[in-house]
């Protein structure tokens, strides 16, 4: 098993720089010039000029640019935005956000999801597994935004349920909108892996075992059944974290959420490299450490894999 | 005690009977009966599939869309960008059965011109996904060893990358943006998952005895991976792909939505359902109608490769 994690963690290296270094080219390679857009229509001093570049490293080369680059994220040292703000600061303060909002959604579509896609799976090709499985077709061919400005206008317009922004410092009851919407696309697409999974393992011998030697209902359902249909449903809600965290961008912008996708986006339309790669880059790392934490995880319910 | 088990005398009708040698030809019994072609793979999924409506639902979905793509005015005489603003947010009259926008454009042939951005960035996309994902993981499935290593890094880097985060930030770098740029910059981050099915199904199909059998008949190895092995891993990747192309055509309307897709120029859903967002207070129906042609367009590329995909499944057939 140590073996395996030790394994799985080489790997990550390669991938981390790999992505990272993609990430750092293709924002560094943009068109325009930052420093100069920084002087306005007056332009700066040469001196001061220079003086930004030599701090931002910018008269380096581009790889050792980077180098810079990965020293900082390693020393949590990332520079700071054309505001004078540490980078750090503003990860700091964004990140609790989305992650709660992440989290929000992961707890919502896990549960429904889950809940849902079982009954469904044991009740196949009756009403309600058409029903849901219809409606979770649906809520996958719908654009995230088109949900989004519906809840706002129907839940919490027309209806005044739930506060349409989040703003500020967000708390629990204002981000349950954004987290739902957040939530609807993987929240279909975990009922459909659910249903499927049951539909499979109903018919399997050990459920059969189980019914013949006199187990309740409720407990062959959830011990076996349940605890079977689970494994690609963890694989899914592992590297669905880190689809959460980018689908934020959207969701956050909707609905007015000062987290990592709105910080982000808002960056990425004034031109703030730094802060673009920076932010990109904890995306990133969530996203590669998710799917370790998944290989793991599966490694531990499914023991072929570990020897593979 | 001895066993004599085999030595009983068998009951009648139960003697065994060896056939002497001269009696049945050994041609007669390896024959096979070739006036009939053996039933492939896609045959069987085909007559499978002829007998779901679901199959014949999303068909003529697809067929549709791609009919209003291709020829727009087979639908609408009314131009989509002939708008005049005395009709702003005017409700359905004669010849304009959806009502106007914000613009004073008429909703009805802005769905319909809409198809066309749609449908093709979904469908270059998917092209070029299939044909980047083949070959990357056919390759390093078939080749195997220090290549598979590599290719196998190659991809999860990229996959690494959050697919919408790398489209928006590749998207706000460029100024001209048309339907290929925004085809391939989703292509560019979209085609791991193909690459990762491709290797799996080539892991799967290249042991076996078909293949080693050709490879005894001294065939080249390209020619085996083109001949051999790539067809018979088609199912999942064509599986894949349907579903694919529903998202891509998702992900262009959210870039679209984001202002950093298709310039607003084109008509698009995406960036119809943006423009109807602004008035969505006021006039919340005209967002309905971009926002159903998108749904439906995705739901019948969605539900056909569920259909392909269970008739595909011998488990999953209903026999």
Redesign the interface.
């Known amino acids: 098993m140590l073996w395996y994690i030790g394994r799985r963690l080489l790997?990550v290296i390669?991938?981390?720089l790999?992505?990272t270094l993609?990430?750092y080219g293709?924002?560094f390679?943009?068109?325009g010039d930052p420093v100069a857009a920084l002087g306005g229509e007056r332009g700066l001093s040469p001196a001061a000029e220079l003086a930004i570049r030599e701090a931002y490293h910018l008269d380096q080369p581009f790889f050792m640019q980077y180098l810079y680059f990965l020293k900082g994220v390693f020393t949590f040292d990332m520079g700071v935005t054309f505001t004078g703000r540490p980078v750090v600061d503003v990860i700091a303060q964004a990140f609790p956000v989305t992650f709660q909002l992440a989290l929000m959604a992961i707890v919502i579509e896990t549960v429904f999801g889950i809940g849902f896609g079982l009954y469904a799976g044991i009740r196949k090709g009756k009403l309600f597994d058409s029903t849901v499985l219809l409606w979770s077709?649906?809520l996958?061919?719908?654009?995230?935004?088109?949900i989004g400005?519906?809840m706002?206008?129907v839940v919490g317009?027309q209806l005044g349920w739930l506060p349409i922004t989040a703003g500020r410092d967000p708390d629990f009851i204002s981000l349950l909108m954004p987290a739902i919407v957040l939530a609807t696309t993987s929240f279909a697409y975990i009922l459909r892996l659910t249903r499927t999974s049951v539909v499979?393992n109903i018919t399997a011998d050990f459920v059969r075992t189980a019914r013949a030697k006199g187990l309740p209902r409720g407990k062959v359902m959830t011990r076996h059944v349940l605890r079977n249909s689970l494994i690609p449903v963890v694989t899914f809600i592992g590297i669905d974290l880190?689809?959460l965290?980018?689908?934020s961008?959207?969701t956050e912008?909707i609905f007015n959420i000062n987290g990592v996708g709105g910080t982000?986006?808002q960056a990425?339309?004034r031109g703030e490299n730094v802060t673009?790669v920076s932010l990109?880059t904890v995306?990133?790392v969530v996203?590669?450490f998710a799917?370790l934490l998944v290989d793991v995880f599966y490694a531990v319910l499914d023991p072929r894999i570990r020897y593979a | 005690m001895p066993d004599n088990r085999y030595e009983k005398t068998p009951r009648p009708g139960q003697e065994r009977y060896v056939a002497p040698p001269e009696e049945v030809k050994v041609g007669v019994i390896d024959a096979v009966d070739t006036s009939e072609a053996p039933s492939s793979l896609w045959a069987d999924a085909w007559r499978d599939m002829r007998h779901r409506a679901l199959f014949w639902v999303s068909a003529a979905l697809i067929v549709f869309v791609v009919l209003m793509a291709v020829f727009p005015g087979l639908f609408t005489t009314t131009s989509p960008t002939e708008c005049h603003l005395e009709d702003s947010l005017g409700g359905p009259t004669a010849g304009h059965i959806f009502g106007f926008d914000k613009q004073g454009c008429d909703i009805y042939a802005r769905a319909v011109y809409g198809a066309r951005a749609s449908v093709t960035v979904g469908i270059l996309s998917t092209v070029f996904v299939v044909v980047i994902g083949t070959l990357i993981g056919a390759i390093a499935g078939y080749f195997g060893g220090w290549l598979d290593t590599v290719l196998s890094r190659f991809t999860d880097i990229f996959f690494a990358v959050p697919f919408v985060l790398a489209a928006i930030v590749i998207m706000s770098l460029l100024d001209d943006r048309n339907a290929l740029v925004v085809a391939v910059v989703l292509a560019v981050f979209g085609w791991t998952s193909i690459a990762r099915i491709t290797r799996g199904a080539v892991l799967g199909v290249k042991n076996n005895e078909f293949v080693t059998a050709a490879k005894a008949l001294g065939m080249s190895r390209g020619a085996i991976l083109g001949k051999h092995v790539l067809p018979n891993s088609a199912a999942p990747i064509i599986v894949y792909a349907t579903v694919a192309l529903g998202t891509f055509i998702v992900a262009e309307a959210t870039l679209s939505f984001l202002g950093i897709g298709l310039p607003t120029s084109t008509v698009s859903w995406g960036g119809d359902l943006d423009k109807a967002q602004e008035s969505i207070r006021i006039a919340p129906e005209i967002m309905i109608y971009p926002a159903t042609a998108l749904a439906l367009t995705v739901l019948s590329f969605i539900m056909m490769g569920d259909v392909v995909r269970d008739a595909l499944d011998p488990k999953a057939r209903k026999r």
Do not use: C, D, H, K
């Not at chain 1, 996958?140 to 088109?146: A, D, G």
């Open positions: 790997q390669p991938v981390f790999g992505a993609l990430l293709l924002v390679l943009r068109p077709l649906l996958i061919s719908l654009p995230t935004f088109v400005f519906v706002q206008a317009v499979e880190g689809n965290m980018a689908g961008i959207v912008g982000l986006y990425i339309v673009v990109s995306l990133v996203y590669i799917n």
